[in-house]
């Protein structure tokens, strides 16, 4: 794999000088476009190309591997937002639910208080109407008791 080295200007540091930069003895070199590495200004120039090319190859995947890094990290974060959000909502919705769920319960109850009461009055008429049957039994007897002495 060949990489274009091309050496690019030294940036402006955020004081505003280029000293601090040029102190280190490094340069840095745009290897592929987004990708800028930085080497020692001091390098020996009898280094094996190969050697050079192995070491710009290793750098390259190191910075490529620290920015997945940190996309993979955003990603997390973005995610644990988006989870946070769903907990929030799911948490509300629990607690509507909850509360439906309570009122129901309260008119299930109010409910089976009302059947009893109605299947208790059924059964109250019921002894009535037994009663009522009976007396009007009794009263056929004694009208037909009656009839006979006549």
Request: glycine content about 6%; overall charge positive; proline content about 3%.
């Amino acid at each position: 794999m060949s990489f274009p080295v091309v050496a690019t200007s030294f940036g402006v540091s955020q004081s505003g000088s280029q000293a601090g930069e040029k102190k280190g003895g490094y340069v840095h070199y745009e290897v592929e476009p987004g990708f800028t590495i930085r080497m020692r200004h001091d390098i020996d120039p009898t280094t094996d190309p190969k050697k050079l090319k192995r070491i710009i190859s290793n750098r390259v995947a190191a910075q490529k591997s620290r920015w997945k890094k940190v996309q993979y990290l955003d990603a997390l974060v973005k995610r644990s937002m988006e989870l946070q959000g769903q907990v929030s909502m799911l948490r509300s919705e629990l607690a509507i639910a909850s509360e439906h769920k309570r009122r129901l319960e309260n008119e299930q109850r109010q409910l089976k208080e009302y059947i009893s009461a109605r299947l208790q009055r059924c059964i109250e008429n019921d002894g009535v109407i037994k009663e009522g049957k009976a007396e009007i039994e009794r009263l056929k007897n004694n009208l037909a008791t009656l009839s006979n002495l006549a």
